[in-house]
């Protein structure tokens, strides 16, 4: 039997809040294209289903880090426009450039390999600055050298350079004063690059954060990932439903014990819960193997027979334990550690608080353990339901 079939823990992706999403987005970003962030197994959610999901609300592009990544969604016979912006020495060029996916380059090296990788057409190429993220992208004073040697490949017909894009460091804290900063230097590198003869399709620097809050930065595209998915960036700017999003990810597990403990009895490893009193436990079958976070260990709430509960002691690698207070669900009762809320359970954003991290972490680490279940989905690229 299956894991779907056993119901031990599921993660339900609902594609209509994902599309729903999506064309929220858009509206938000009238004047630009949206690229949908698929990257990391699509946050979590399954980057091919949700792909597909976004394309059909209208994402022009899908991005990812890696090559492979993007390798995998043409693979999955997802056409049009999709970049990739992780790449390391040696990645598979050729086949991302006949696979006409679009490249990212931060650096000499990378642009190297492109025209030495040989393909069989020019290189979709996206010129990445570095405006004060410090992370990957061409520092500005290094964008001379790097936009003159692209100018050079494209005028050779190895290249063409489709892009000119960066990423902001601080877009979920608005009014913080490196997103003035960020702004100004993508401008004056655009204006150099397109001094220099540079024509791109696409400017974009931002991300939902951005989307969210800065028109001002939403240039040609917008580049989406967590809001897609339903999820707020960061608390200050909102819940999802102040936001305009819905969540997309519901993850539950089925009870799989409940039994009588006297007052006094430890619970889990290290005991750093005792029961207060006479009590049930409850045991939900997922533990940090499944993403559950063991940081959460005393904190992480779980909705269970119709009251939000919290994980007594350790998450353990498998399982977790909470206090029922003499609630007797039956076995199999559905605990739901997260969803849109409908029912009163917790949110993401919620075990973020209490794993002490960003809803990006939570969802994007739930485990290959725990089988994805699709709602709502409507059609794939060859027609055929996509569930
Ligand atoms: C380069 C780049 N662009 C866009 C995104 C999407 O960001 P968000 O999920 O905040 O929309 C990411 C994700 O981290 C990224 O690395």
């Given at each position: 039997m299956n894991e779907t079939a056993s119901l031990r823990a599921r993660a339900e992706i609902d594609l209509a809040a994902l599309r729903a999403n999506v064309r929220a987005l858009r509206e938000r970003a009238a004047g630009a294209q949206l690229m949908a962030v698929v990257k990391s197994d699509g946050y979590g959610h399954g980057a091919v289903p949700c792909a597909l999901a976004a394309r059909e609300a209208g994402a022009t592009w899908l991005?990812?880090?890696?090559?492979?990544?993007?390798?995998a969604l043409r693979a999955a016979g997802l056409d049009g426009r999709i970049m990739c912006w992780l790449w390391t020495p040696g990645g598979p060029w050729r086949e991302a450039i006949e696979a006409d996916i679009d490249v990212s380059v931060s650096g000499l090296?990378?642009?190297?390999e492109i025209v030495a990788a040989g393909a069989d057409r020019p290189a979709r190429v996206q010129l990445k600055a570095d405006t004060g993220l410090g992370r990957n992208g061409c520092q500005p004073a290094d964008w001379p050298e790097l936009v003159a040697e692209a100018r050079a490949a494209e005028?050779?017909?190895?290249?063409?350079i489709t892009g000119l894009w960066s990423h902001f460091a601080c877009a979920d804290e608005p009014g913080h004063p490196s997103i003035a900063a960020q702004l100004s230097a993508f401008r004056d590198m655009v204006a150099y690059a397109e001094k220099e003869g540079v024509e791109p399709e696409v400017r974009h620097l931002a991300n939902s954060p951005a989307t969210l809050t800065l028109p001002e930065a939403h240039f040609d595209l917008v580049r989406t990932g967590i809001a897609i998915y339903g999820i707020s960036p960061a608390p200050e700017?909102?819940?999802p439903a102040e936001l305009g999003l819905r969540p997309v990810m519901t993850l539950t597990a089925a009870v799989a014990l409940v039994k009588d403990?006297?007052?006094?009895?430890?619970?889990?490893?290290?005991?750093?819960?005792?029961t207060p009193a006479e009590t049930t436990l409850g045991l939900i079958p997922v533990g940090y193997a499944d993403g559950i976070p063991r940081h959460a260990s005393g904190r992480g709430p779980v909705l269970v027979g119709g009251k939000v509960r919290?994980?007594?002691?350790?998450?353990?690698?498998?399982q977790f334990v909470v206090d029922l207070?003499?609630?007797?669900?039956?076995?199999?009762?559905?605990?739901v550690l997260f969803g849109p809320g409908d029912r009163g359970e917790p949110s993401v954003e919620d075990w973020a608080v209490a794993a002490d991290t960003i809803g990006y972490e939570i969802v994007t680490r739930i485990g290959a353990r725990v089988p994805r279940v699709y709602v709502n989905g409507t059609a794939d690229p060859t027609g055929s339901a996509s569930q």
């Amino acid at each position: 039997m299956n894991e779907t079939a056993s119901l031990r823990a599921r993660a339900e992706i609902d594609l209509a809040a994902l599309r729903a999403n999506v064309r929220a987005l858009r509206e938000r970003a009238a004047g630009a294209q949206l690229m949908a962030v698929v990257k990391s197994d699509g946050y979590g959610h399954g980057a091919v289903p949700c792909a597909l999901a976004a394309r059909e609300a209208g994402a022009t592009w899908l991005g990812t880090a890696t090559p492979h990544e993007a390798l995998a969604l043409r693979a999955a016979g997802l056409d049009g426009r999709i970049m990739c912006w992780l790449w390391t020495p040696g990645g598979p060029w050729r086949e991302a450039i006949e696979a006409d996916i679009d490249v990212s380059v931060s650096g000499l090296w990378a642009l190297r390999e492109i025209v030495a990788a040989g393909a069989d057409r020019p290189a979709r190429v996206q010129l990445k600055a570095d405006t004060g993220l410090g992370r990957n992208g061409c520092q500005p004073a290094d964008w001379p050298e790097l936009v003159a040697e692209a100018r050079a490949a494209e005028r050779a017909g190895t290249i063409r350079i489709t892009g000119l894009w960066s990423h902001f460091a601080c877009a979920d804290e608005p009014g913080h004063p490196s997103i003035a900063a960020q702004l100004s230097a993508f401008r004056d590198m655009v204006a150099y690059a397109e001094k220099e003869g540079v024509e791109p399709e696409v400017r974009h620097l931002a991300n939902s954060p951005a989307t969210l809050t800065l028109p001002e930065a939403h240039f040609d595209l917008v580049r989406t990932g967590i809001a897609i998915y339903g999820i707020s960036p960061a608390p200050e700017l909102g819940t999802p439903a102040e936001l305009g999003l819905r969540p997309v990810m519901t993850l539950t597990a089925a009870v799989a014990l409940v039994k009588d403990v006297p007052a006094g009895h430890g619970v889990s490893y290290g005991h750093h819960y005792a029961t207060p009193a006479e009590t049930t436990l409850g045991l939900i079958p997922v533990g940090y193997a499944d993403g559950i976070p063991r940081h959460a260990s005393g904190r992480g709430p779980v909705l269970v027979g119709g009251k939000v509960r919290t994980a007594a002691g350790r998450v353990a690698m498998d399982q977790f334990v909470v206090d029922l207070g003499g609630d007797r669900p039956e076995p199999g009762a559905e605990a739901v550690l997260f969803g849109p809320g409908d029912r009163g359970e917790p949110s993401v954003e919620d075990w973020a608080v209490a794993a002490d991290t960003i809803g990006y972490e939570i969802v994007t680490r739930i485990g290959a353990r725990v089988p994805r279940v699709y709602v709502n989905g409507t059609a794939d690229p060859t027609g055929s339901a996509s569930q």
